[in-house]
């Protein structure tokens, strides 16, 4: 069932381009642990042992707080269609922000977001698959636009402000680091 791999072959890259859909989870030494999902064509496979992804402009920020206390992020992938499958890339991240030198490379790897809060750029120390047989099939009809359309609705300034009123703090009370 299960297989513990030390790097992402082509096989599994092949198949996290495919998902529609995959799930960061982050935890601070303390405090609540953090499960989100991400979308929107925002995740690419960089090397057997990188991958990146663009963060939007969301309601928190708790990847960034518990990166800055514990660095260490899991990104779960599961087959929804066909061939049932979970795989899991383990490792650690850096946060990479619009002000920082390598921002503009590395946002350049995806369309246009608008919000665009973050990129993680995660070193993936351990790929693990396992059987996926209770993961439900389910049906993709397509992606949601809303975040692009809220973010188009907001100047820059009313998107800074949005930034420094909910994402400077997680919701246990911890800095993010997002420079506002």
Known sequence: MGQQFDAISDRHREFIERQPVFFVATAARSGRVNASP???????????????????????????????DVNRMTIMFCSFVREPLILRLYGTAREVQ?????????????????????????????????????????????????????????????????????NVESIDGFPTGLRV
């Open 38 to 68: 991400k979308g929107l064509d925002s995740l690419r496979v960089l090397g057997p042992r990188r991958v990146v992804w663009l963060n939007g402009t969301g309601s928190g920020n708790e990847t960034a707080a518990h990166l800055l």
């Open 98 to 166: 619009p002000d920082d030198d390598d921002w503009a490379e590395l946002v350049g790897l995806f369309p246009p977001m608008r919000g665009a809060r973050q990129v993680y750029d995660v070193d993936v120390d351990l790929v693990q698959t396992s059987c996926g047989y209770g993961v439900p099939l389910m049906e993709t009809t397509g992606q949601r636009d809303l975040m692009d359309g809220w973010a188009a609705k907001k100047s820059p300034e009313a998107l800074a402000a949005y930034h420094a009123e909910k």
